[in-house]
């Protein structure tokens, strides 16, 4: 296959515009304003689980007004098959003690609620001040566990979606929109 027709299938793959720029961009400068208001003054420790939630988490802190650090993780979760073992392996941990904040988790996606349920319980054994999860969107039709974000600025049907962070094969990332992907044969 030539270097023309990959690239050509390349774009094929992005079926239409599901989130756009516009969109999220208020979306996340709201939610900006609401982590700014209802924490002015307290320690807030903002966390993201890498790699996908890489650009929602760097466009939503350069949103909030009040002093705030930032922290990534990389976790693991380990599944009998389908079953989750409840073991989540950290490859990556924060170095904060989160005791002292009040823990923003930052995702880019909740999907089956797998890792996030894992990581909450984990994060909530070391005691923070208090737990938030904020997901850019949200597939609440695909959950296997029950596990609900305190918000999401977008819930989405059960499509494949890339872009703003989110990868397929680890490409288009970098896309500046939520896009639905083409599964299909093309
Ligand atoms: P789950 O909620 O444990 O099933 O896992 C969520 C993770 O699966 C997310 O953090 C993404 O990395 C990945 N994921 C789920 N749905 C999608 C999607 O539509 N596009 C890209 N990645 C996804
Ligand atoms: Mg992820």
Known sequence: MSMIDSMEKFEKRIKRVLVSEEQIREAVKQT???????????????????KGA???????????????????????????GTVST??????????????????????????????????????????PLSLRVITLLDKPERRLVE???DKALF????????????DCGEYYRNLPYIAEYNEEEI
């Open 32 to 50: 900006g304003k609401e982590i700014s208001d209802s924490y002015d003054g307290q320690p807030i420790l903002l966390v993201s689980i890498l």
């Open 54 to 80: 890489f650009v929602f988490m760097a466009d939503l802190c350069r949103e909030i007004t009040v002093p705030c650090e930032i922290g990534f993780m990389c976790a693991k979760s380990y599944y009998n």
């Open 147 to 149: 596990f609900n974000p």
């Open 86 to 127: 409840g073991i989540v392996k950290i490859t990556m941990d924060i170095e904060q003690d989160i005791s002292k904040y009040h823990v923003v988790i930052v995702e880019d996606i909740i999907d089956t609620g797998r890792t996030l349920n894992d990581v909450v319980k984990m994060l909530k054994s070391r005691n």
């Open 155 to 166: 819930t989405i049907p059960d499509y494949f979606v890339v872009g703003y962070g989110l």
